[in-house]
Every structure is written in C-alpha cells, then in structure tokens.
C-alpha cells in the first residue's frame, strides 16, 4: 500500500491549489480517506473526510475549510483530490492523505488511529 500526495505550492492568499493523492496497492472507491494538515508548532489535525459511501465531512469550526475546501475522489484513477480555494495564510502546513481499510465506523475520523495508512505529506505555503 502506498499513497502518494502532490500538488502543494506556494501562493497568495485568495489563490487556489489542488491536491493530488495517488493510492496503489488497495481500492480508494471502497476505502474511507482523508486529507489532514500540520502547520508551524501545531498538532496534525484533521482536514476534511470522505466515506466509501461518499458521505463528505469537514472539520469546522475548528479548521474553518467549510465552503472554501472540497475532498472527493477519483474512482478511475484512484486517488484522493482536496481542492482548496480562498487560501489563507493560516492554511499554511503540510497536508497528509490517510486511508483506512475498513472503514471503521466506529471510530471518529478526525482520528488520527483510525486510518492504517498515510502518504509523506505536501507543502502548502501561503502569503499574505
């Protein structure tokens, strides 16, 4: 299993990036994914959350990306895409696909144990 995060980039705030999480070794269509985010001195905090049901959920208020961050997924290509739009300087961080096999509904999927894999990350820089 290996996922594979691209996209990442320095922009201006107001500006747009689309990441790119390409999976092999499992079957993105019938997993559970998610994309989280560490930025500067903070923990890793989860982002945004696709079922295998395609239910989507995003983590506000915390992480204020309602409206402005949309997750879905590529069945044909299998991968995991986050498009980012409104970009702000507090979204700042290295953004992490994750992927959890079983789909663990019991398990809340802002849970970092919850998803058996993960990808090296990509750089997200953005200035004011």
């Known amino acids: 299993v290996q996922l594979v995060e691209s996209g990442g980039g320095s922009v201006q705030a107001g500006g747009s990036l689309r990441l790119s999480c390409a999976a092999s070794?499992?079957?993105?269509?019938?997993?559970?994914m998610g994309w989280f985010r560490q930025g500067g001195d903070k923990e890793r905090a989860a982002v945004a959350f696709?079922?295998?049901?395609?239910?989507?959920?995003?983590?506000d208020p915390r992480e204020r990306v309602s409206g402005r961050f949309t997750i879905s997924k590529d069945n044909t290509m299998n991968s995991l895409s986050l498009q980012m739009d409104d970009l702000n300087p507090e979204d700042t961080a290295r953004y992490y696909c994750?992927?959890?096999?079983?789909?663990?509904?019991?398990?809340?999927?802002?849970?970092?144990?919850?998803?058996?894999?993960w990808g090296q990350g990509t750089q997200v820089t953005v200035s004011s």
């Open positions: 070794g499992f079957t993105v269509s019938t997993s559970c």
């Open positions: 696709i079922h295998r049901n395609g239910a989507r959920s995003y983590a």
């Open positions: 994750a992927a959890d096999l079983n789909c663990n509904n019991y398990v809340s999927w802002k849970a970092q144990h919850k998803y058996q894999h």
